[in-house]
C-alpha cells in the first residue's frame, strides 16, 4: 500500500488522481503553449519516426514540451512494412 492511500480515509484511487491533477497543474501553471504540426519518417519504426521528427525540430526550436501523435502512414511493399511516416502535434513552451 503506497502513502497516499494510507492518508486518504475514502476513495484512494480519486485522492491519488486529484493529488497528481493537482502536481501536473503546478507544473503546468502560468504557461503558454504554442503547436506546431510535424511529420518524422523512418524505415525502422513509428517510434524512431517520431524521435527524427522531435530530434529535427530541437536542432531550431526551444522548449519542446510534449507531443501527441495525430495520424501513423506506413508504406508497403512485398507485403512488408518498409517505411513509416508519423504526424504529430508538438507543444512549444512560449517564454
Given at each position: 500500500m503506497c502513502a497516499m492511500t494510507r492518508q486518504c480515509a475514502s476513495g484512494a484511487?480519486?485522492?491519488?488522481?486529484?493529488?497528481?491533477?493537482?502536481?501536473?497543474?503546478?507544473?503546468?501553471?502560468?504557461?503558454?503553449?504554442?503547436?506546431?504540426?510535424?511529420?518524422?519518417?523512418s524505415a525502422k519504426s513509428s517510434d524512431d519516426a517520431i524521435r527524427t521528427a522531435i530530434e529535427k525540430a530541437s536542432k531550431t526550436l526551444r522548449n519542446l514540451h510534449w507531443f501527441e501523435?495525430?495520424?501513423?502512414?506506413?508504406?508497403?511493399?512485398?507485403?512488408?512494412?518498409?517505411?513509416w511516416q508519423v504526424t504529430i502535434k508538438v507543444g512549444l513552451r512560449i517564454e
Open positions: 484511487i480519486a485522492c491519488t488522481f486529484f493529488t497528481n491533477l493537482k502536481k501536473k497543474e503546478e507544473k503546468m501553471k502560468d504557461h503558454v503553449y504554442k503547436q506546431i504540426e510535424l511529420t518524422g519518417s501523435v495525430t495520424e501513423t502512414r506506413g508504406q508497403i511493399e512485398d507485403d512488408k512494412v518498409v517505411h
